[in-house]
């Protein structure tokens, strides 16, 4: 029952691959090792077995080891609805909406939450290997932290901290780190990682020894960049790209502010015959594009005003004269209908405000928050899907009479009359081969790429390749205590 800690210099250097692949090294030595992530902020998240969310990083590392996620994984999750307000998730249910100055106030009661949650997971498991969120170098929040420093010498975790040399001044990101921190929160700190390099390893020697004599700490080593970390599914928002082929039909998705979920593209991304752009605002929708893909949002509303604003509701139009398609999920699919009723104010003022009108439905937004693992069927094709739900609101109109699936004995989403604008409320379908192949072959593509659920695994499988044929791996496995 040991725990070891990676923490960063700063948010995304690759603590959340970095501790996949250890997951997945450590499961490869035949232990029993499940993954931790104290408090997590993210509008990509993930149901668990348990019923509940956790983001999506963690339910990535449960999967390279080899084990089911579940909501102890990642018991502080964050979901931003605004600027300077957040969803709390406490232990995989929402336990409040709260503005970022009221959030320190809560700290108390989250951490409690945490240390049970990590108790569970030590108690169960050979091995747990712990995410830090951000930087333990934001010493302004240091009162009360949960995510890291604060974590770790409340439950005696040793720490790694990785450095991202791709960004610059690595140097300074770790000895910095170091010079800010008090000595005790400096004394948990067992070594270092430095990640992200391109070319001659050697060349960082000297920069490497250096931040060693400064530190006193122990260099774990210097990674590589790994090339193929975008087959893998994302969490943060700044980790966004479209696909690696170009030529192909093009599947334009639009990127709105409170985006959520939008790895549900990502086996779209390795499909050779298809384009997949991601669009920001102020861009304009394609003229060519086959299908454009509303994805999910944590903030419908918002995000539709957004997305008005940009002129994307008369490119959506012009995009439909020419017969193009249209498919929503989740939000994207509430924004497809002819209203978006929140009567209780979830999402601002209480009130309804008209949607794109391009399907027969209206959706009325509540408190209670559907979270489900589901399987079933593609009602137009017959292929099996899989899949998540995760949502507030209950969506009707005279387009359900055309569901886009049927789950577990219920129809699911709607579809238009002439069948181009599709809605469904399924998270994660793309990764079923066969619907994804079907779905695609509707749009022109007669070659279907690679099994996605298989290349995951190869890829996962190669991290931990990386990470052994680079790191000393063992040494950090043997800090854990």
């Known amino acids: 029952m040991r725990a070891v800690m990676v923490q960063g210099t700063g948010s995304n250097v690759g603590k959340s691959l970095i501790v ?7 499961r490869r030595r035949g232990l029993r090792v499940a993954p931790f992530k104290p408090q997590n902020m993210s509008n990509n998240a993930a149901v668990t077995a348990d019923g509940g969310e956790i983001g999506r990083a963690q339910a ?12 102890d994984m990642n018991p502080v999750l964050l979901k931003p609805e605004s600027e300077t307000g957040a969803q709390v998730i ?11 100055r009221d959030y320190p106030a809560m700290k108390a009661r989250l951490m409690a939450g945490v240390m049970e949650s990590f108790a569970r997971l030590k108690a169960g498991h050979d091995l747990v290997i712990v995410e830090g969120a951000g930087s333990p170098a934001e010493v302004n929040l240091r009162a009360g932290d949960i995510a890291n420093m604060g974590f770790a010498r409340a439950a005696d975790v040793p720490v790694v901290l990785v450095g991202d040399i791709d960004r610059g001044g690595v140097i300074a990101q770790i000895v910095g780190t170091q010079a800010v921190l008090d ?10 990682v430095i990640n992200r390099f391109r ?38 928002a700044v980790d966004l790209a479209g696909g690696a082929h170009r030529g192909g039909v093009k599947v334009v998705v639009l990127c709105y502010p409170r985006l959520a979920n939008f ?12 384009e997949l752009v991601m669009l920001r605002p102020g861009e304009a929708v394609p003229g060519d594009a086959a299908v454009v893909v509303l994805p999910g949002s944590k903030a419908t509303v918002a995000d539709l005003g957004v997305l008005r604003a940009c002129g994307w509701d008369l490119d959506l139009a012009a995009h439909r004269r020419r017969g193009g398609r249209v498919l929503g999920l989740c939000g994207g699919y509430q924004m497809l209908g002819r209203m978006v009723h929140d009567p209780e104010g979830l999402e601002g003022v209480p009130g309804s405000v008209p949607g794109l ?18 399987e079933g069927v593609h009602q137009a094709s017959g292929a ?16 359900r009479v055309r569901p886009f699936a049927r789950i577990g004995g219920r129809d699911e989403g709607a579809v238009s009359a002439d069948g181009r604008v599709q809605g469904s409320y399924l998270h994660g379908l793309f990764a079923a081969d066969g619907f994804r192949r079907g779905w695609l072959a509707g749009l022109g593509v007669t070659e279907p790429g690679p099994g996605y659920e298989d290349g995951v695994e190869a890829v996962l499988e190669a991290l931990a390749d990386h990470l052994e044929a680079h790191l000393d791996v063992a040494g950090i496995l043997a800090l854990a205590r």
């Open 357 to 374: 009108g391009l399907l027969e439905v209206e959706t009325v937004l509540g408190a209670q928050k559907r979270l489900a693992v589901v």
């Open 20 to 26: 996949a692949g250890l997951c997945r090294a450590a």
């Open 263 to 274: 790895d549900d593209l990502d086996p779209l991304k390795a499909e050779p015959g298809v």
């Open 384 to 399: 099996a899907l899989a899949g998540y739900e995760i949502h507030l609101g209950v969506t009707e109109g005279a387009d």
């Open 90 to 100: 406490l232990q995989g249910r929402r336990l409040t909406t709260a503005e970022a």
């Open 199 to 236: 070319g001659d390893v050697t060349l960082f020697d000297d920069g490497y020894r250096f931040i060693g004599a400064r530190t006193g700490w122990r260099g774990f080593g210097v990674l590589p960049h790994f090339q193929e970390a975008w087959r893998l599914p994302a969490e943060d």
């Open 60 to 71: 990535l590392q449960a999967r390279a080891a080899g084990i089911a996620p579940v909501a």
């Open 183 to 192: 000595a005790e929160d400096a004394a948990m700190v067992a070594g270092f």
